[in-house]
């Protein structure tokens, strides 16, 4: 493996400090689930792992009357046992139980799996469907930045050499909301979506109606992709079947999937159509506070 | 490796504070094994995806392998070796005392879930973190938890079924039964795994865990391209890395520069052409890993990149280049069959005909290959590397390549991680050797897991067109096949006849395929051909079942279309036409022993009956997308494809235990337990009284492979025939000494007694003294000739159903219910043959569901489709039809292969039952499966020209 310094800050100065004199031969350690086995499969040659597990900024997990401060290196396991979260933000719920496996998301960060910024990777969608604004640091200050504009390519995003992403924030949910993410995998215990959806919806007082949605797509572009036209083609829509399947085809368009070995570009399409009517529909049962189904399965 | 960078690291590893110096880059998982020497902790998919490294840190499950020593830091840790001290709360440590074991270990060993064992410590400590959390756990909470733990052995069943057992042990909180490890049983007895106490207590070695004081360590480096000329290799900076000891490549192998007894030659290292992606170029062997790798880094290849063929398709072209110069990239076309297959087309009213394909397949043995070399005290050049046949192709193969003789060479099969037929590669114990000859340092060589699938070889690619005709009473009259296998860049039809057969037979070649053509049915005329591919994939070798498990999915969905055109049910079909006692096979064999198929599906039938009552209850409440259905499937597979002596031996030591010995290998499958079972058997002692040895060219010198379900009917036989022969020695000698007629003694676990008056013995070690005072040894061998009906000996038959459920908006699958009948004879050990039919059971399903490997895009171990615990059927029942072979040990047949069989045609008729889709190219991924449903034939690039006439 490539050899490297490795440093372990307690505050968040020191650790931007050592990124601002690395000059983009440092990168960021936080579950470290992902980057020991790029380290060896050489992807990255860093000569610097900032360890930010220690700093407390990044380990905030906090729902306030402004929404939910979710610190970039929380592991996964945090996030879904802490009920104040479960209640609100269910598809980063969805997200964090899905990522890795138990031995995985009890040290793997959402805010790592953002970092990674793989274009299927299991919490973008939930994040920008749910609204997240990611908050960037350097040593000259910080920066917000909508979820949905984080990655930029396979393995890219906004981040400069001297930043680091600390933490993700949410709005608070308006009442009877409802939100879901779900993936598809050929198999049960497959690690990489060949599909991800998520979806978050508002109702109005009969529930019967949307006042808002917001549909995210994983694995089917570059990056994860916020679903503007079909989100939006559900605005002030009657909740029924129709205008599911009308935001499903919505959908479908703005896919841009390609052909690798876990599916072809036309299966992809096929099951991002498949997965945002189930999506939407479980969003919908969740903003109605209907009792969940036992087989929410694939 | 920067030393400068090193940080001192202390944790608490299974209750002792230890201190250590890692690198931030060093994992927990290398610390544990290579700094703390806990080496139960195993290495496999070195990328999080397996499970085998798991242990406890702060009681919670965490993969070594994803964690940077560092961040343990302070933390406590468990592993496999201190679990049970973990348990008692004391300062006890584990040891092979059985009241110290945790009640996972205890479960493992009663249930018989360990089957090679190196996924056992990882699964045991995932699933002791569930049991500390939730000591009252549902099946499917233990299914669950264990879904990111793989194994290739098992198929889960058995170590589910432990975990909930143990879970009843820990509540119950009872003195814990005693595991039947040595009870005097035999067989017939299930009695628990010779090896197993050892395996769940962290203690087996396996290959990548021996060690040898001052070895190196080598690396191999490997193409990137499929096909190239090589200009020049450049080595001279990689040797100036400092730490590097040696360089190989093709220049410096003394000996034959390629595998012997194959053609097209396989080389060692090739000098002027890459033929396949992940070959081996060049090798170093160095002080540290890290070294070699940095070195193999600065080896300079220079070559220019050739076209390259991976698919059938594009091999057969006549515009494609020849891979080897001078030798056409198809072999001739081999030809088997009976009666004339015209004239049974037109005497046939319905004729069904189409083309299907299975993709080339990873064996995926949960350990990757390795090999330790070193010179002895005598200067015998000892290899400890997994072979599955030690003799043929270790020492006589490997010292053709090392230029020395075979007597020279020793080979020890360490603790083997799984075969499956992977281990039949000599490449790296040839590397190894070249280094401990090179540097007179012991070399050790352990393959990664990305360059293990990349680099080792795989089971064929393999097109079908397959044609079936049959009367309108549903009798079939003709079957016409062609069947093209790709053979990758080794083809083993060139392999010169005269050393085909008997101890160079590693290869089962086409006639071995095409004696299975028409699957186990009586058909009167038949036509089948096929030949070999060379392609620039991975090289060819077989995998479980090979041979018989790629044209069931032909002839098995044939079968069912048929029945179908002519409103029969599919079961009807299979037992009009099932081949029985006295039936003669296409290629003229009559099948005159162990014929068991009708009988497997009598067996069947009642299961079958209730499963279609279920299926219509099924379908009337069926809700949207998921849509039920019901598939069987027949087929055979030959057993014992060997014509040659095979031969044990069975002797009394000095402290009087009767110790038997065979060439076979230990691979997971049992024959460690199974042939001491035999043995006792015969003498009617316990089998405390036994010692066995297997798997050392010295110490056991009994040449035979351990491949293609010989061992038991084979091997089995040869050490019931030198038990008998060590028993009649024994009785003979003690009659002497005690002056009775031999026939009046009988055996106990002490020795020999005299059936009237009892107190008249003679001890074993007695026996043994006397022996050697006369001068005489009490060694006597079992000798089997087997020179039977060629190409097959018999035939092992299974039959099965699947009750399964389609998503056809998504194509996925769900596997309800399995029932598998098969036919083993007598059952020598009737819990360890079951953990070998439900490990048949997930590669048949493997096969049918998931498994595919591609040389352009090679994947983990769960891209490539290695079953999970939650891919195998909520339930699965296992029947056994037990027709004893007369020349099988007690009647008992070998069971390792064609267990897996029944699943592959069962799911993918299931799967029309279900939904109307017809799948022809496996695996029947959901992509395919919904595609079929969109009748889109064409979408996997290939065009069917269906036929089915009335």
């Not at chain 2, 820990?170 to 005097?184: D, F, I, Q, W, Y």
């Not at chain 2, 029985?580 to 014929?595: A, N, Y």
């Not at chain 2, 009892?758 to 060694?779: C, I, M, N, P």
Request: aromatic letters at 6%; one cysteine or more.
């Amino acid at each position: 493996m490539h050899d490297f310094d490795y440093e372990a800050p307690v505050d968040l100065d020191t650790a931007l400090r050592f990124f601002a004199e690395r000059n983009g031969s440092a990168r960021v350690l936080a579950g470290g689930t992902d980057l020991i086995d790029q380290i060896r499969l050489g992807r990255y040659a860093p000569d610097l792992l900032v360890d930010i597990k220690k700093l407390p900024e990044l380990n905030v997990l906090e729902c306030q009357e402004g929404g939910l401060r979710l610190g970039a290196a929380v592991p996964c396991s945090e996030i879904y046992r802490n009920e104040t979260v479960v209640s609100g933000y269910e598809a980063l719920v969805d997200s964090c139980r899905i990522i890795g496996g138990i031995q995985v998301q009890n040290r793997a960060s959402v805010g790592g799996n953002l970092c990674n910024s793989g274009p299927a990777a299991d919490s973008p969608p939930s994040l920008i469907v749910l609204g997240a604004r990611c908050v960037i640091a350097s040593a000259q200050g910080q920066r917000e930045v909508p979820a949905e504009e984080f990655c930029t390519g396979p393995g890219e995003n906004v981040l400069q050499q001297d930043e680091v992403l600390i933490e993700i924030r949410f709005s608070s949910r308006p009442p009877r909301s409802g939100s879901h993410y779900r993936r598809f995998t050929p198999r049960n215990e497959m690690d990489i979506a060949v599909v991800g959806v998520g979806a978050s919806v508002t109702l109005d007082e009969t529930g019967e109606r949307f006042v808002d949605a917001r549909i995210a797509l994983g694995a089917v572009a570059p990056t994860p992709l916020f679903a503007r036209e079909a989100s939006e083609s559900l605005t002030g829509q009657p909740v029924n079947d129709e205008t599911i399947a009308r935001a499903a085809e919505l959908a479908q368009q703005a896919a841009r999937p390609i052909d690798d070995m876990r599916g072809t570009k036309e299966f992809r399409i096929h099951v991002t159509g498949v997965l945002t009517r189930r999506v939407l529909a479980a969003a919908i049962g969740r903003a109605r506070g209907e009792e969940e189904g036992t087989r929410i399965g694939h | 490796m920067n030393a400068s960078t090193n940080e001192h690291i202390s944790l608490v590893v299974n209750g002792e504070t230890r201190e250590i110096r890692a690198h931030p880059s060093q994992t927990l998982l290398d610390t544990i094994r290579e700094d703390l020497d806990l080496t139960g902790t195993k290495k496999a998919c070195d990328n999080g995806e397996c499970g085998s490294c798991i242990v406890l840190m702060g009681n919670k499950p965490t993969k070594a392998c994803l964690l940077s020593a560092n961040r343990a830091q302070g933390k406590e840790i468990v592993t496999i070796e201190g679990l049970a001290a973990s348990h008692m709360g004391s300062g006890e440590k584990n040891s092979d005392d059985l009241s110290a074991l945790h009640p996972l270990q205890i479960a493992f060993l009663e249930k018989g879930a360990t089957q090679c064992g190196f996924c056992i410590p990882g699964m045991i400590m995932r699933a002791n973190a569930l049991l500390i959390s939730n000591n009252n756990p549902t099946r499917e909470e233990v299914i669950k938890s264990l879904s990111n733990n793989l194994c290739r052995c098992t198929g889960y069943v058995k170590i589910i079924d432990a975990v909930m057992y143990a879970s009843e042990l820990l509540r119950a909180n009872e003195p814990k039964p005693t595991p039947m490890v040595s009870v005097g049983k035999k067989v017939g007895a299930s009695v628990a795994r010779l090896d197993s106490l050892d395996t769940i207590n962290g203690k087996a070695k396996y290959g990548a865990d021996l060690k040898k004081d001052g070895m190196l360590h080598a690396k191999i480096l490997r193409s990137d391209v499929h096909h190239a000329r090589i200009d020049s290799i450049d080595t001279s900076e990689a040797e100036a890395v400092p730490g590097v000891e040696a360089v190989l490549t093709a220049d410096d192998v003394p000996g034959t520069p390629y595998l012997p007894n194959c053609q097209p030659q396989v080389f060692v290292f090739p000098r002027d052409r890459i033929r396949f992606r992940g070959e081996g170029l060049a090798a170093i062997a160095a002080r540290t890993e890290e070294i070699a790798e940095e070195a193999l880094a600065k080896i300079k290849v220079v070559y220019e990149e050739l076209p390259s063929a991976i698919e059938l398709d594009d091999a057969i072209d006549p515009r494609s280049e020849p891979l080897f110069a001078g030798m056409p990239n198809i072999s001739p076309i081999e030809e088997t069959g009976c009666g004339q297959v015209e004239v049974g087309f037109a005497e046939a009213d319905v004729i069904v005909e189409n083309t299907y394909s299975v993709p080339v397949r990873e064996h995926a043995a949960m350990e990757t290959e390795s090999a330790l070399a070193y010179q002895d005290e005598n200067g015998t050049l000892v290899i400890e590397t997994a072979l599955y046949h030690p003799f043929v192709q270790g020492t006589r193969s490997i010292a053709n390549n090392m230029g020395m003789n075979a007597a020279e060479i020793r080979i020890i099969c360490p603790a083997m991680g799984g075969n499956f037929g992977s281990r039949g590669d000599t490449l790296i114990a040839v590397v190894a050797a070249l280094f401990a000859q090179k540097t007179g340092k012991a070399t050790k060589i352990v393959l990664s897991r990305a360059e293990s699938l990349l680099g080792s070889s795989k089971a064929p690619s393999v097109n079908i067109r397959y044609k079936t005709g049959a009367t309108r009473e549903g009798r079939i009259v003709a079957v016409d096949t062609e069947v093209i296998h790709g053979a990758g860049t080794w083809a083993p039809y060139l392999i010169p006849e005269t050393t085909k057969g008997a101890e160079l037979c590693y290869f089962e070649t086409l006639d071995a395929l095409l004696s299975h053509a028409t699957g186990p049915y009586e058909v009167p005329n038949v036509r089948a051909r096929a030949y070999d591919v060379l392609t620039n994939g991975p090289r060819y070798v077989p995998l479980r079942g090979t041979n018989a498990n790629y044209l069931p999915l032909a002839y098995e969905s044939q079968l069912d279309q048929i029945a179908e055109k002519l409103g029969m049910d599919p079961f009807e079909i299979r037992t009009l036409n099932a081949i029985r006692k006295g039936s003669k096979t296409h290629i003229g064999q009559v099948l005159r022993e162990s014929v068991s198929l009708l009988a497997e599906l009598e067996a069947l039938r009642p299961h079958y009956e209730k499963a279609k009552t279920r299926l219509e209850k099924r379908r009337a409440k069926a809700d949207g997308s998921w849509k039920p259905g019901v598939g069987i499937g027949c087929g055979w597979r030959n057993i014992g494809y060997v014509k040659t002596t095979i031969s044990a031996g069975a002797e009394l030591t000095d402290d009087g235990f009767i110790h038997v010995l065979a060439g076979s290998v230990e691979q997971g499958q049992g024959p460690t337990t199974q042939l001491v079972q035999i043995a006792a058997d015969v003498f009617g002692v316990s089998m405390s009284t036994m010692r066995v040895t297997i798997g050392d060219t010295s110490a056991a010198p009994y040449p035979v492979p351990t491949f293609s379900s010989i061992t038991t009917v084979a091997t089995g036989k040869a050490i019931q025939t030198a038990a008998v022969n060590l028993a009649k020695l024994l009785k003979g000698t003690a009659a002497q000494l005690l002056e009775e007629p031999p026939d009046s003694l009988q055996f106990n676990d002490q020795g020999v007694f005299a059936q009237e008056g009892a107190t008249s013995s003679v001890s074993f070690a007695e026996l043994s003294a006397y022996l050697h005072d006369q001068g005489k040894s009490s060694r006597c061998e079992g000798v089997i000739e087997w020179d039977g009906e060629a190409p097959n000996i018999l035939f092992g038959y299974n039959t099965g159903l699947i009750e399964l459920e389609v998503n056809v908006e998504s194509g996925r699958v769900r596997l309800l219910n399995h029932v598998n009948v098969c036919d083993p004879g007598t059952r020598i050990n009737p819990l360890a043959l079951e953990g070998q039919v439900d490990g048949g059971i997930a590669f048949g399903i493997g096969f049918a569901l998931s498994e595919c490997f591609h040389p352009d895009n090679p994947p983990t171990l769960k891209d490539y489709g290695v079953s999970a615990t939650t891919d195998i059927p909520e339930t699965i029942t296992q029947l056994f039809v037990e027709e004893p072979l007369e020349r099988g040990p007690f009647g008992a047949k070998s069971m390792a292969e064609h267990p897996g069989i029944s699943p592959i045609p069962a799911i993918i008729n299931g799967i029309y039952n279900a939904t109307g889709a017809r799948i022809y190219d496996i695996p029947a991924t959901p992509e395919r499966i919904k595609f079929a449903l969109l009748n889109n034939r064409n979408h996997s690039n290939k065009v069917r020209g269906e036929k089915i006439t009335l």
